[in-house]
């Protein structure tokens, strides 16, 4: 193996973890994630009782066809008390509304974190 493959090699690993350590999202405030990008406006709510998002907006910046999976951890007072996982496919420089679920009821909460779904 040459020297440049494995500082991709490398590279690749440190992004793998970076994408599958969850990191705080404020609501309604676009972000970054392995590569995509979340716009502004987006909005945690309820939906049947359960925990919802509405109005996430993710953009594939890349020149290839690619698949988001998000999971957002919601939390109150530290503790983790609800799942929403976020996912769709998206083709080049394509922007779409993400579909998101949770079977978890809707309570109060003070911090959500997202990373990879798996």
Request: proline share 3%.
């Amino acid at each position: 193996m040459c020297a440049a493959a494995g500082m991709l090699l490398a590279l690749r690993a440190v992004q793998d973890r970076a994408n599958n350590s969850p990191s705080e999202v404020e609501p309604g405030v676009g972000f970054r994630h392995d590569g995509f990008t979340i716009e502004d406006g987006w909005e945690i709510t309820e939906r049947d009782g359960d925990f919802a998002i509405e109005g996430l907006t993710v953009k594939n910046p890349t020149i290839r066809v690619r698949s988001i999976y998000l999971e957002f951890t919601v939390y109150s007072d530290g503790d983790v008390i609800a799942y929403i996982s976020c996912t769709h496919a998206l083709g080049p420089r394509e922007s779409a509304t993400a579909d998101c679920f949770s079977a978890d009821e809707h309570e109060d909460f003070d911090e959500v974190r997202v990373a990879d779904t798996f």
